[in-house]
T-cell receptor, first 113, second 111 residues
């Protein structure tokens, strides 16, 4: 399975600011995914990021709020823009394995004041 | 629309007391059903993939089974270290469809 790291592991931010979360994988992967896990809730897919193409966003998520970059096959970033307290969540990246399973990073815990 | 529900929401067991967690799903075409374990403050840890009805997978004290409408995660003689939230997710067989996660079952195993 892939080894995935995320930076930062946690952050506390002020309303109206933006935060960029980094996701690094130890092997080349085609598809990377970004999820949000709100307090006490399960995981909700934000978008799918393929290298060399625009990210595909799920219903309820837009590029202006959650811009994503995918510059190569081992790295991606998710930016949470113009943050409000409702954006306080754990943000997780994942990659697809050989048999359709997904492997997750440790997550970034974001608190917006 | 694909949907996943899990029951119970929370479960408390004594060490050694076996039980089962349920995952019920509705999907137009099942590509795979996935079980994960999530410890507090960490990302989900992959446990099993099930692809077709009748399939079973085992790992230590855990056994996952699949029917056309639901999956069960059986926990035999659990230990306190099995305490975690267990998540199931489905993937639609249309290429590009992504995971839909259930709400999870919070398991506590008391010594």
């Amino acid at each position: 399975s892939a080894v995935i790291s995320q930076k930062p592991s946690r952050d506390i931010c002020q309303r109206g600011t933006s935060l960029t979360i980094q996701c690094q994988v130890d092997s080349q992967v085609t598809m990377m995914f970004w999820y949000r896990q709100q307090p006490g809730q399960s995981l909700t897919l934000i978008a799918t990021a393929n290298q060399g193409s625009e990210a595909t966003y799920e219903s309820g998520f837009v590029i202006d709020k959650f811009p994503i970059s995918r510059p190569n096959l081992t790295f991606s970033t998710l930016t949470v823009s113009n943050m409000s307290p409702e954006d306080s969540s754990i943000y997780l990246c994942s990659v697809e394995g050989d048999r359709n399973e997904q492997f997750f990073g440790p997550g970034t815990r974001l608190t917006v004041l | 629309e694909d949907q996943v529900t899990q029951s119970p929401e929370a479960l408390r067991l004594q060490e050694g007391e076996s039980s089962s967690l349920n995952c019920s799903y509705t999907v137009s075409g099942l590509r795979g059903l996935f079980w994960y374990r999530q410890d507090p403050g960490k990302g989900p840890e992959f446990l099993f993939t099930l692809y077709s009805a009748g399939e079973e997978k085992e790992k230590e004290r855990l056994k996952a089974t699949l029917t056309k409408k639901e999956s069960f995660l059986h926990i035999t003689a659990p230990k306190p270290e099995d305490s975690a939230t267990y998540l199931c997710a489905v993937q639609n067989d249309n290429y590009g469809q992504n995971f839909v996660f259930g709400p999870g079952t919070r398991l506590s195993v008391l010594p």
